[in-house]
């Protein structure tokens, strides 16, 4: 096996080994791993069965954690903060500047995280699923539930391969059915192909066994039978679908009949996790990121076109020094008391104010807050939260149906929740409201059309239900502020344990931006520079692990 081979095996092993031990950490009701020897998990069922099951915990960990969440947010612009935690500064920079890559960056976690969090899994359920294969049988009061957790491995396979697919341009795949020796990079686009071949297993395994999996399985949700488990596979299939689109192109290409298809009956659940501790709350940090009256505001582009005043379409229009703080006079109840800019809406709160330091941009400021997640600062993040409910699969169907000229049927979801704001509803493709109170308004000061309010009242109805969703649908709907990253590179130190060169995306050279690239025998370097750069690749690995659940950071 060559050198770089050969590290990646002892990188993979060591992500999964620190993210069963980190899921060991938490006092969970599920059989807990704790880190099991390999030996000895091939043997004992009940060390199989954990760690399968607590891989879900790393997925959920990157969907609803700081990283990356924070940072795509601010990217694209659905909330705003120039503080520098969690990378939200220098992600949300106008003009736009390049991620950056290098192995020392302070805010490298941004790619980091995600990347071994996912590999993590990926390797827990890797050792799981082969030890089944290799003869392990798993029963509980005497009844064989293998086919449970073969169905659940394989759904954790297939989220986590999405999430590198989703955020990454390139990765590895990683299962049981592959020898880590032989592993290659590949484009993220073969990453995903490999996510839906686990989804099709997943289906097909649930389709043909009956079971039930235990709620602690998937954060106290509720149990799931088979299906449950294959009506939420399709529903995140559809989700996943939609969110690999990097351009307007892609999205308009994607199969809509497929989508269509995935999601044509209601899901028989929201999916959320509820938690009463410290066990399940990483959507605490991701809500700390977005909706903290001391970290962040609602970004005006969330908000703006809501407004009728003409402020937005000055507002949109001004160079980014020139993008004061404004009052949004708006008929939509979601934002404020109609036409009453300083009340509080349904959903946004008005402070009249920012914490942002003047000299990181006044682009950043905004006079309000995305409300509806307060009462979790005040219960320590405790309860349910969402991430995919049908209020979602409803703005999944108007899209596609958009897309595949049921516009009758796309309207119907539109004006749905058009009530909500106590907007009148569409009778065609036209706005209803008049020129002067239209919702919304275009940077040209026309009326948003069905397509724009569909856009609209997506980004205001399910603001921050999964990972980095508002940039996932803005980078497909061609909607980024020109300069955005397009998506993730490999995180740089992983790229010099792979003897690659760094490379980064986004800002003024485009997506495809290079970096300063590393000598090819870096692994072998001991000048000063090189090992303090190791020290620090390996340090960072462990402290982004102590970090990530820390919410009592200090703003910088």
């Not at 009453?340 to 946004?348: A, V």
């Not at 009778?427 to 040209?444: A, F, I, L, R």
Request: with cysteine.
């Amino acid at each position: 096996m060559g050198i770089h081979k050969f590290l990646l095996l002892r990188v993979l092993l060591l992500v999964g080994s620190l993210g069963v031990a980190a899921v060991g950490c938490r006092d969970l009701s599920v059989a807990n791993p704790n880190d099991p020897d390999r030996d000895r998990a091939g043997q004992t069922p009940s060390d199989v069965q954990a760690l399968i099951s607590g891989a879900f915990y790393g997925w959920y960990l990157v969907y609803h954690g700081y990283h990356p969440n924070a940072a795509l947010s601010v990217a694209a612009d659905a909330h705003s903060s120039s503080w520098m935690n969690w990378g939200m500064m220098d992600s949300s920079w106008e003009p736009r500047i390049a991620f950056n890559n290098d192995p020392t960056y302070a805010y490298r976690a941004v790619a980091e995280v995600p990347w071994m969090e996912s590999y993590a899994s990926l390797t827990s359920v890797r050792d799981g699923l082969s030890a089944i294969a290799g003869g392990v049988v798993i029963e509980e009061a005497g009844v064989d539930v293998t086919p449970r957790a073969l169905a659940f491995g394989k759904f954790v396979q297939a989220q986590s391969l999405a999430n590198i697919a989703l955020l990454f341009d390139q990765g590895f795949v990683v299962d049981e059915t592959r020898d880590p020796a032989a592993l290659e990079i590949v484009p993220a686009t073969q990453v995903w192909d490999a996510a839906l071949e686990k989804y099709s297993e997943v289906i097909e395994i649930a389709s043909n066994h009956s079971f039930t999996i235990p709620a602690e399985w998937v954060g106290f949700n509720r149990e799931w039978t088979e299906t449950d488990l294959i009506a939420f596979t399709k529903a995140y299939r559809a989700r996943h679908t939609m969110s690999m689109a990097r351009t307007r192109a892609e999205r308009d290409e994607i199969d809509w009949e497929r989508v269509l298809s995935d999601v044509s009956d209601d899901l028989p659940f929201d999916f959320g996790t509820f938690d009463d501790g410290p066990n399940w709350g990483s959507h605490g940090q991701k809500l700390q990121a977005c909706c903290s009256p001391a970290w962040a505001r609602i970004d005006y582009r969330t908000i703006g076109p809501a407004d009728v005043s003409g402020a937005w379409e000055s507002w949109i229009n001004a160079a980014p020094e020139d993008k004061v703080p404004f009052d949004v006079l708006t008929p939509d109840s979601r934002i404020t008391q109609p036409m009453q800019p300083t009340t509080d809406g349904k959903y946004i709160r008005y402070l009249g104010s920012s914490p942002f330091p003047i000299s990181r941009g006044v682009y950043h400021w905004s006079n309000y807050m995305y409300s509806e997640w307060e009462s979790y600062f005040d219960t320590g993040f405790t309860g349910y939260y969402p991430d995919l409910t049908q209020k979602e699969v409803d703005f999944i169907r108007a899209e596609a149906w958009y897309r595949t000229q049921q516009v009758d049927r796309a309207r119907e979801v539109v004006n749905k929740y058009r009530a909500n704001g106590d907007l009148p509803p569409f009778s065609g493709t036209e706005n209803p409201d008049g020129p002067e109170s239209c919702v919304p308004q275009m940077p040209d000061g026309s009326c948003g059309d069905l397509w724009e309010t569909l856009k609209y009242e997506k980004r205001i109805e399910v603001f921050h239900y999964g990972m980095a969703q508002e940039y996932f649908d803005d980078r497909g709907w061609g909607d980024l502020v020109e300069g955005t990253f397009l998506e993730l590179p490999v995180p740089g130190s992983e790229l010099l344990l792979l003897l690659m060169d760094i490379y980064s995306f986004g800002g003024a050279e485009g997506n495809g931006a290079t970096g300063e690239g590393m000598t090819p025998d870096f692994l072998v370097d001991i000048s000063p520079r090189a090992i303090s750069l190791k020290r620090l690749i390996l340090q960072s690995r462990w402290e982004i692990q102590r970090q990530r659940g820390d919410r009592s950071l200090t703003r910088h």
